[in-house]
């Protein structure tokens, strides 16, 4: 039937996302794909192991960048990532959220939005978020 077959074609375009983001250097994968949602989002310190006192700004500066990534990118307008909050030990977090619904996208769309995150990294816009995030863990 058509519509399982979408359905179907939908968790997976989920699952390779999944795996694209699990297994990058930039990104944390938040949650595995929840049917054809899941969240992330871009921090390429996940392995640092951090003091407490410093863990909580660190999150709030994630959370900061989560939210300036999310605005730019929807201000760009080729593609719709939207964010939300989720609970990180205990604490409200800002990730990154993909619902795959759109018949029409591939792979290729996967990779190229993520890119377009990788690039606005480099932003004028940015560059002070991530500069205090570099201070915070040297």
Partial sequence: DGYAALLDRQLWLAEMAAKDIAYSNDFELMSAPDLNILT??????????????????????????????????????EYFVSRTQVKVDGH????????FS??????????AAL?????????????????RIFLLLA
């Fill in 40 to 77: 992330y989002r871009y921090n390429p310190w996940k392995a640092e192991i951090l003091s407490d006192s410093i863990s909580e700004q660190f999150r709030l500066h994630l959370d900061e960048l989560t939210i300036w990534l999310q605005k730019y990118q929807r201000g760009l307008g």
């Fill in 92 to 99: 409200p977090c800002w990730v990154l959220r993909v619902v």
């Fill in 102 to 111: 759109n018949p029409l996208t591939q792979v290729a769309d996967i990779e």
């Fill in 115 to 131: 890119e377009e995150q990788r690039v606005m990294m480099k932003a004028e816009g940015c560059q002070a978020m991530l500069q």
